[in-house]
């Protein structure tokens, strides 16, 4: 039972950390990327090179790649997206542009990781020692991405609910066309908002890289998880990423576990129904917020 | 909105024009009459199946055409006339395979035709290959319905055996390590609920019943899996002797992983896809010692060794191949080649007949087809000193004795 439970918890924390920057460019810039997941593998293989070419410890990465990624994602919003926010006369409207767009990056990154290290599988060894947690024997690195997503996430929700620019950055995802009246710049806000959504999958991606196998074409896995997460609990909704993630996470290792493997994903999609039947828009979705 | 509607019809079309693009990798020049061969493929480059097609088809197709073509070409007649390949990709996708096949044949008009990568492919693919008469080498298909196809389809040849097979050679091979006193009776089986795991585990269930084992587990877990560790720690406290898994490549790698974690440590431990794969050396270097898992090759054969420098001199990053489909592809490209130069023009229906009832040299040492299908497979392999020999079946040239019990695992 407690092996199931830390398990589940440990995976949890994995689709948690996977979902987290999805909600903060789906639920307050309002981009729904489908390159997502594209990012998430582009800096695993940044750490891949990085840890296999020069040594460097993934952990060590972060404090590179997590940068860089905000400062590409703040440029790719100010210039690539840009046109379609000034141009788009509704949010849905912006919604649909931004799917179709990204769809079209999809490719583009998918084609260099591709044209860089072809389509065989990646794989390295970091931390892949046994640790012993009450009893239970589990893998060193997943915890470490486990406790990684509780700081992120933890430090996330302080920064939106205790500081001013969180509060301004909640307000656009509540309500974007009010914000301005309080003197909210919507545009600056977004950008950011959609570049630490990409600072994020860039860590997701550095801590992933570490105990999953994956190659240049496995994103999509991870944009359709971060999807669900995302809408499950509430889009743009931090604490419903939490949430949402440990539920399904825990469901999987408990089911596994105890009724049969083969159901996880059965499971899985059950939940994600069952939730969306009973709250339309999420766990944490606008009422609850 | 006019205007607006125009832009989104450019960008509309710019996306299309991308997909376009990422599916046509490369295209060929119209070549006037035989002064080259032209030999196209549909390849997996993106999608789920280009991990396997990168490791496995994608380069031993360019090391052989860059062999044959650094010799001068394909010898017809007396003249020798050099490959020109016409390439595509079928994004993993059976549609897009089709598509591309139907393009190759009918437009590009490619004199050869080489298979895409994996059984779900090279089974949508063999009817339009056998319909325009092209010889259809599957060489990375695994399908209990090969002697049935290759009968259905005469142009259609089955490089890689049946899944029943498969199944049946590593249950014969645990019957004779029980014998010898090695492993009692339990046996632990996890497998894909997909094509590969579901067709294996399906032949192994009769064959271990029949030899009296044990199957103290048998539970199937969903392509796309993240976490095995729930599964490994539920067999490691069955404390099996024999654990079975029929994997893919991530969770061949994943329950490696986890097993070597928890300690869980039998004395034959199994994994399926994946396992032969050099990935599988490099991530776990001398913890993969002792591990067995589908495939193998006679890892001393001097023509093995040779294939082996090769390929890592040809291909991208020196990559090695696996140790399993890789050298039979290899080995099926040789064959396509004799067949033509033997037959000396670009005839289909005399290269296919010439497939069927001559005998070759390749790779993997003298084949001869039987029913469109080789003799000889390897089923069982272990790594053994940094190397995949093959161990089962046992009367194969140059398998090894495999070695048990496995090794403890080493902590890094």
Same mark, same amino acid.
């Given at each position: =039972?407690?092996?199931?439970?830390?398990?589940?918890?440990? +995976?949890?924390? =994995?689709?948690?950390?996977?979902a987290?920057?999805?909600?903060?460019?789906?639920?307050?810039?309002?981009i729904m990327?489908?390159a997502?997941?594209?990012f998430?593998?582009?800096?695993?293989?940044?750490?891949?090179?990085?840890?296999?070419?020069? %040594?460097v410890n993934?952990?060590?990465g972060?404090?590179?790649?997590?940068?860089?990624?905000f400062?590409?994602?703040?440029?790719?919003?100010?210039i690539?997206l840009?046109?379609?926010?000034?141009?788009a006369?509704?949010?849905?409207?912006?919604?649909?542009?931004?799917?179709?767009?990204?769809?079209?990056?999809?490719?583009?990154?998918?084609?260099?990781?591709?044209?860089?290290f072809?389509?065989?599988y $990646?794989?390295y060894?970091f931390?892949?020692?046994?640790v012993?947690?009450?009893?239970?024997? +589990?893998a060193?690195? *997943?915890?470490?991405?486990?406790?990684?997503?509780?700081v992120l996430?933890?430090?996330?929700y302080?920064?939106?609910?205790?500081?001013r620019?969180?509060?301004s950055?909640? %307000?656009?995802?509540?309500?974007?066309?009010?914000a301005?009246?309080?003197?909210?710049?919507?545009?600056? +806000?977004?950008?950011?908002?959609?570049?630490?959504?990409?600072?994020?999958?860039a860590?997701?991606?550095?801590?992933?890289?570490?105990?999953?196998?994956?190659?240049?074409?496995?994103?999509?896995? $991870?944009? =359709?998880?971060?999807?669900?997460?995302?809408?499950?609990?509430?889009?743009?909704?931090?604490?419903?990423?939490?949430v949402?993630?440990?539920?399904l996470?825990?469901?999987?290792?408990?089911? %596994?576990?105890?009724?049969?493997?083969?159901?996880?994903?059965?499971?899985? $999609?059950?939940?994600?129904?069952?939730?969306l039947?009973? *709250?339309?828009?999420g766990?944490?979705?606008?009422?609850g917020r | 909105?006019?205007?607006?509607?125009?832009?989104?019809?450019?960008?509309?079309?710019?996306?299309?024009?991308?997909? !376009?693009?990422?599916?046509?990798?490369?295209?060929?020049?119209?070549?006037?009459?035989?002064?080259?061969?032209?030999?196209g493929?549909?390849?997996?480059?993106t999608?789920?199946?280009?991990?396997?097609?990168?490791?496995t088809?994608?380069?031993?197709?360019?090391?052989?055409v860059?062999?044959v073509?650094?010799?001068?070409?394909?010898?017809?007649?007396?003249?020798?006339?050099?490959?020109?390949?016409?390439?595509?990709?079928?994004?993993?996708?059976?549609?897009?395979?089709?598509?591309?096949?139907?393009?190759?044949?009918?437009?590009?008009?490619?004199?050869?035709?080489?298979?895409?990568?994996?059984?779900?492919?090279?089974?949508?693919?063999?009817p339009i290959?056998n319909?325009?008469?092209?010889?259809?080498?599957?060489?990375?298909?695994?399908?209990?319905? !090969?002697?049935?196809?290759?009968?259905?389809?005469?142009?259609?040849f089955w490089?890689?055996?049946?899944?029943?097979?498969?199944?049946?050679?590593?249950?014969?091979?645990?019957?004779?390590?029980?014998?010898?006193?090695?492993?009692g009776?339990t046996?632990?089986?996890?497998?894909?609920?997909?094509?590969?795991?579901i067709?294996?585990?399906?032949?192994?269930?009769? !064959?271990?019943?029949?030899?009296?084992?044990?199957?103290?587990?048998?539970?199937?877990?969903p392509?796309g899996?993240?976490?095995?560790g729930?599964?490994?720690?539920?067999?490691?406290?069955?404390?099996?002797?024999?654990f079975i898994?029929?994997?893919?490549?991530?969770?061949?790698?994943?329950?490696?992983?986890?097993?070597?974690?928890?300690?869980?440590?039998?004395?034959v431990?199994?994994?399926? /896809?994946?396992?032969?794969?050099p990935l599988?050396?490099?991530?776990?270097?001398?913890?993969?010692?002792?591990?067995?898992?589908?495939?193998?090759?006679?890892g001393?054969?001097?023509a093995?060794?040779?294939y082996?420098?090769?390929?890592?001199?040809?291909?991208?990053?020196?990559?090695?191949?696996?140790?399993w489909?890789?050298?039979?592809t290899?080995?099926?490209?040789?064959?396509?080649?004799?067949?033509?130069?033997? /037959?000396?023009?670009?005839?289909?229906?005399?290269?296919?007949?010439d497939?069927?009832?001559?005998?070759?040299?390749?790779?993997i040492?003298?084949?001869?087809?039987?029913?469109?299908?080789?003799?000889?497979?390897?089923?069982?392999?272990?790594?053994?000193?940094?190397?995949?020999?093959?161990?089962?079946?046992?009367?194969?040239?140059?398998?090894?004795?495999?070695?048990?019990?496995?090794?403890?695992?080493?902590?890094?």
């Amino acid at each position: =039972m407690t092996n199931a439970v830390l398990t589940g918890l440990v +995976l949890g924390g =994995m689709y948690a950390l996977i979902a987290m920057g999805l909600t903060l460019q789906y639920g307050v810039a309002r981009i729904m990327n489908l390159a997502y997941g594209e990012f998430l593998i582009g800096s695993a293989f940044a750490s891949y090179f990085l840890f296999t070419g020069w %040594a460097v410890n993934p952990l060590v990465g972060l404090i590179v790649i997590v940068p860089v990624s905000f400062v590409v994602s703040f440029l790719l919003y100010k210039i690539f997206l840009t046109p379609l926010v000034r141009r788009a006369r509704t949010r849905d409207a912006l919604e649909v542009d931004s799917i179709l767009a990204t769809f079209g990056l999809m490719f583009i990154v998918q084609g260099i990781l591709l044209t860089m290290f072809g389509g065989a599988y $990646f794989s390295y060894s970091f931390l892949a020692i046994p640790v012993t947690v009450v009893g239970e024997v +589990l893998a060193m690195n *997943r915890l470490v991405a486990f406790a990684l997503a509780v700081v992120l996430g933890t430090v996330l929700y302080l920064l939106l609910t205790r500081t001013r620019i969180g509060t301004s950055i909640r %307000a656009v995802a509540v309500d974007p066309a009010s914000a301005p009246l309080v003197a909210i710049n919507v545009p600056q +806000l977004s950008a950011l908002a959609f570049a630490a959504g990409g600072a994020l999958v860039a860590s997701a991606g550095v801590l992933i890289s570490m105990f999953l196998t994956f190659s240049a074409t496995s994103g999509v896995v $991870f944009t =359709m998880k971060a999807l669900i997460v995302v809408v499950m609990g509430g889009i743009g909704n931090l604490m419903g990423c939490l949430v949402a993630g440990m539920l399904l996470g825990l469901s999987e290792a408990l089911v %596994a576990t105890y009724i049969d493997p083969g159901l996880t994903i059965a499971v899985n $999609f059950a939940l994600f129904l069952g939730v969306l039947l009973v *709250r339309p828009a999420g766990i944490f979705g606008r009422g609850g917020r | 909105m006019g205007s607006s509607t125009k832009r989104r019809a450019v960008g509309l079309s710019v996306g299309l024009a991308m997909m !376009a693009g990422a599916a046509t990798i490369g295209w060929g020049d119209q070549a006037q009459a035989q002064t080259s061969v032209k030999i196209g493929y549909a390849i997996s480059r993106t999608g789920p199946a280009a991990g396997g097609a990168a490791v496995t088809s994608i380069p031993n197709y360019e090391l052989w055409v860059k062999e044959v073509n650094a010799a001068g070409g394909l010898k017809l007649g007396d003249k020798r006339v050099p490959i020109e390949v016409v390439q595509y990709d079928d994004r993993s996708s059976a549609e897009e395979a089709a598509k591309a096949l139907e393009r190759l044949i009918n437009q590009d008009k490619v004199d050869f035709i080489l298979p895409p990568w994996g059984t779900g492919l090279n089974l949508a693919v063999g009817p339009i290959l056998n319909k325009a008469g092209y010889p259809h080498l599957a060489s990375t298909a695994v399908t209990d319905r !090969a002697p049935e196809l290759a009968k259905r389809w005469p142009n259609s040849f089955w490089l890689l055996g049946t899944s029943a097979d498969a199944s049946k050679t590593l249950v014969e091979m645990l019957v004779k390590l029980r014998g010898e006193g090695k492993i009692g009776d339990t046996v632990a089986m996890v497998s894909i609920a997909d094509g590969f795991g579901i067709d294996l585990s399906a032949a192994a269930r009769p !064959a271990l019943a029949a030899a009296k084992f044990k199957l103290a587990y048998d539970k199937t877990y969903p392509v796309g899996t993240q976490d095995l560790g729930p599964i490994v720690n539920e067999v490691k406290a069955l404390n099996p002797d024999t654990f079975i898994a029929f994997s893919y490549p991530p969770d061949t790698i994943a329950i490696t992983e986890q097993a070597r974690i928890s300690g869980f440590n039998p004395k034959v431990y199994y994994t399926g /896809v994946g396992t032969a794969f050099p990935l599988f050396k490099q991530k776990f270097a001398a913890n993969a010692e002792g591990v067995m898992g589908i495939g193998g090759w006679s890892g001393d054969s001097p023509a093995i060794k040779d294939y082996l420098a090769r390929h890592k001199a040809s291909a991208a990053n020196g990559a090695e191949p696996d140790r399993w489909a890789s050298a039979v592809t290899f080995a099926s490209l040789q064959m396509l080649q004799q067949a033509i130069e033997r /037959v000396g023009k670009v005839d289909r229906a005399a290269v296919i007949k010439d497939l069927q009832t001559g005998s070759f040299d390749t790779v993997i040492g003298k084949v001869k087809f039987e029913n469109n299908m080789p003799t000889n497979y390897w089923w069982v392999g272990q790594w053994q000193g940094g190397e995949f020999y093959g161990v089962a079946p046992s009367g194969n040239a140059g398998a090894r004795q495999p070695i048990l019990p496995k090794p403890a695992w080493k902590t890094q």
